[in-house]
Structure formats: C-alpha cells, structure tokens
Nanobody, 126 residues
C-alpha cells in the first residue's frame, strides 16, 4: 500500500538548520508533486512548500521564503526540505504529501494531495 514517511525532525535552537526527508514506501514519488505542510498546536495545518514532479518548479509560503528550500532526488526516491535560520514559530508537526495530478500550479492548498505521511515533530526553542 502507498505510504509516505517523513524523517529528520528534532529539537534545534533558533537560527540553526534542519533537514527533513520524505520517502515513498511501496510507490515511487517520481510522478507526484510533493508538498510540505505543518501544523502547530491549536492552529490549522498550513502549506509550507511544494515541488513539481519534474523538480523544475517550487513554491513556498511567504513565511518561509528565503529560509527553506525543497528538492528531490529520483534515484533515492526522496524529497528534501532543508530549513535554514529556524525560528520558534516554525515549531510544528511537518507532513509531506503527494499530489498525483499531472498539472502543477502555485497553490499550497492541500486538497489535491492524496497521500500523506504521519508527520515528524520540529521544535525550535532556546
């Protein structure tokens, strides 16, 4: 059965970096746009970033632009979210999700994402 798995979460200090990885278990990520979403306690889940199936297009939420970057490695069947200059407000459970649609747009809405991981905790605290 298709499943996504996130890894790399942990506790870091403000200003530090962390790298998250999304991998496919039982299927290839090659033909899916991959999005990253996060949910902080008491808040709604929000879109963080998105990368097209080809890797040629990326989009980021305004809150993370210039700090986060996402890329994919088809040979490893993974998608990475590298987070720089982390802030306490980045603290959340981070999810990756796969969109099987053949088109790509700039929206970070989660409706088109059909496969989700269980999430990994990122905590930014001094």
């Amino acid at each position: 059965q298709a499943q996504l798995v996130e890894s790399g979460g942990g506790l870091v200090h403000p200003g530090e970096s962390l790298r998250l990885s999304c991998s496919g278990s039982g299927f290839s990520l090659d033909h899916h746009a991959i999005g990253w979403f996060r949910q902080a306690p008491g808040k709604e889940r929000e879109g963080v970033s998105k990368i097209s199936a080809s890797g040629g297009f990326t989009n980021y939420a305004d809150s993370v632009k210039g700090r986060f970057i996402t890329w994919r490695d088809s040979n490893k069947n993974t998608v990475t979210l590298h987070m720089n200059n982390l802030k306490p407000e980045d603290t959340a459970v981070y999810f990756c999700a796969a969109d099987p649609n053949i088109y790509y747009d700039e929206s970070l809405a989660e409706g088109a994402f059909k496969y989700w991981g269980q999430g990994t905790q990122v905590t930014v605290s001094s």
